[in-house]
Protein backbone atom coordinates (compact mmCIF):
# COMPACT_ATOMS: atom_id res chain seq x y z
CA UNK A 1 0.00 0.00 0.00
CA UNK A 2 1.59 3.44 -1.01
CA UNK A 3 2.04 5.89 1.70
CA UNK A 4 2.98 9.36 1.82
CA UNK A 5 4.79 11.28 4.23
CA UNK A 6 5.36 14.99 4.46
CA UNK A 7 8.45 16.56 6.60
CA UNK A 8 10.34 19.38 6.77
CA UNK A 9 7.75 22.32 8.15
CA UNK A 10 8.66 24.92 10.77
CA UNK A 11 9.09 28.13 11.63
CA UNK A 12 10.60 30.75 9.55
CA UNK A 13 11.39 34.27 9.29
CA UNK A 14 9.67 36.62 6.14
CA UNK A 15 12.21 36.14 3.53
CA UNK A 16 13.56 32.75 4.89
CA UNK A 17 13.72 29.70 3.17
CA UNK A 18 11.98 25.74 3.89
CA UNK A 19 12.71 22.70 2.06
CA UNK A 20 10.03 20.12 2.27
CA UNK A 21 10.27 16.47 1.10
CA UNK A 22 7.38 13.86 0.83
CA UNK A 23 8.44 10.85 0.50
CA UNK A 24 6.74 7.60 -0.36
CA UNK A 25 6.93 4.21 0.44
CA UNK A 26 5.16 1.17 -1.48
CA UNK A 27 5.62 2.99 -4.35
CA UNK A 28 8.11 4.68 -6.72
CA UNK A 29 7.76 8.45 -7.02
CA UNK A 30 8.79 7.95 -10.86
CA UNK A 31 4.98 6.04 -11.08
CA UNK A 32 3.31 9.16 -9.86
CA UNK A 33 2.57 12.66 -10.51
CA UNK A 34 2.82 14.36 -7.20
CA UNK A 35 1.13 17.18 -6.09
CA UNK A 36 1.67 20.18 -3.44
CA UNK A 37 -1.64 20.95 -1.48
CA UNK A 38 -1.78 23.74 1.60
CA UNK A 39 -4.48 24.74 3.70
CA UNK A 40 -4.34 27.95 5.78
CA UNK A 41 -6.22 28.65 8.93
CA UNK A 42 -9.81 29.16 8.29
CA UNK A 43 -9.05 28.86 4.02
CA UNK A 44 -10.04 26.28 1.70
CA UNK A 45 -7.21 23.59 0.50
CA UNK A 46 -5.04 25.46 -2.65
CA UNK A 47 -3.00 23.48 -4.90
CA UNK A 48 0.76 24.72 -4.88
CA UNK A 49 2.49 22.94 -7.45
CA UNK A 50 2.83 19.31 -9.06
CA UNK A 51 5.89 17.27 -11.05
CA UNK A 52 4.85 15.05 -13.51
CA UNK A 53 5.91 11.33 -13.58
CA UNK A 54 9.26 11.94 -15.16
CA UNK A 55 9.84 15.18 -12.90
CA UNK A 56 10.45 17.08 -16.38
CA UNK A 57 7.34 18.94 -15.89
CA UNK A 58 5.83 20.81 -13.00
CA UNK A 59 3.42 23.61 -12.60
CA UNK A 60 2.70 26.19 -9.47
CA UNK A 61 0.16 28.27 -8.23
CA UNK A 62 0.78 32.18 -9.34
CA UNK A 63 1.14 33.23 -5.56
CA UNK A 64 4.66 30.66 -5.74
CA UNK A 65 5.85 31.17 -9.21
CA UNK A 66 9.27 32.63 -8.80
CA UNK A 67 9.67 31.20 -5.41
CA UNK A 68 8.75 27.50 -5.18
CA UNK A 69 10.74 25.12 -7.26
CA UNK A 70 9.22 21.75 -7.14
CA UNK A 71 11.65 18.69 -7.81
CA UNK A 72 12.20 14.90 -7.07
CA UNK A 73 15.04 12.29 -6.11
CA UNK A 74 14.17 9.17 -8.41
CA UNK A 75 16.95 7.14 -5.79
CA UNK A 76 15.91 8.49 -2.49
CA UNK A 77 12.40 8.07 -3.84
CA UNK A 78 11.58 11.90 -2.59
CA UNK A 79 9.91 14.79 -3.84
CA UNK A 80 11.06 18.42 -2.24
CA UNK A 81 9.41 21.47 -2.56
CA UNK A 82 11.88 24.33 -1.89
CA UNK A 83 10.34 27.84 -0.71
CA UNK A 84 12.44 30.48 -0.84
CA UNK A 85 11.30 34.08 -0.01
CA UNK A 86 8.82 33.01 2.04
CA UNK A 87 5.87 35.38 3.13
CA UNK A 88 3.34 35.34 6.16
CA UNK A 89 0.80 34.11 3.64
CA UNK A 90 2.56 31.44 2.84
CA UNK A 91 1.88 30.06 6.21
CA UNK A 92 -0.10 26.65 5.92
CA UNK A 93 -0.54 22.95 6.40
CA UNK A 94 1.42 21.71 3.47
CA UNK A 95 0.40 18.29 2.22
CA UNK A 96 1.62 16.10 -0.77
CA UNK A 97 -0.05 13.46 -2.55
CA UNK A 98 0.25 11.01 -5.38
CA UNK A 99 -1.66 10.67 -8.09
CA UNK A 100 -2.59 10.12 -11.92
CA UNK A 101 -0.70 13.24 -13.43
CA UNK A 102 -0.85 17.12 -13.09
CA UNK A 103 -2.63 19.51 -15.09
CA UNK A 104 -2.22 23.28 -15.33
CA UNK A 105 -5.10 23.42 -13.39
CA UNK A 106 -4.21 22.55 -9.83
CA UNK A 107 -7.63 22.76 -8.36
CA UNK A 108 -8.76 20.28 -11.17
CA UNK A 109 -5.46 18.21 -10.16
CA UNK A 110 -6.85 18.47 -6.75
CA UNK A 111 -9.96 16.90 -7.16
CA UNK A 112 -8.47 14.10 -9.16
CA UNK A 113 -6.29 13.49 -6.30
CA UNK A 114 -8.83 13.66 -3.67
CA UNK A 115 -10.87 11.04 -5.33
CA UNK A 116 -7.56 8.89 -6.67
CA UNK A 117 -4.64 9.69 -4.79
CA UNK A 118 -3.01 8.68 -1.59
CA UNK A 119 -2.41 11.78 0.75
CA UNK A 120 0.42 12.41 3.29
CA UNK A 121 -0.80 13.96 7.26
CA UNK A 122 0.90 17.15 6.21
CA UNK A 123 3.49 19.17 7.59
CA UNK A 124 3.33 22.74 8.96
CA UNK A 125 5.07 25.80 7.98
CA UNK A 126 4.65 29.19 9.65
CA UNK A 127 6.07 32.12 8.42
CA UNK A 128 6.22 34.83 10.97
CA UNK A 129 8.84 37.00 12.55
Known amino acids: QLQVVESGGGLVQPGGSLRLSCALS????????IGWFRQAPGKEREGVSCISRSGYDTNEADSVKGRFVTSKDGIKNIVYLQMNNLKPEDTAVYFC??????????????????????WGQGTQVTVSS
Open 26 to 33: GGSVDGYA
Open 97 to 118: AAGPACSRDLGSVMVTFNNLGS
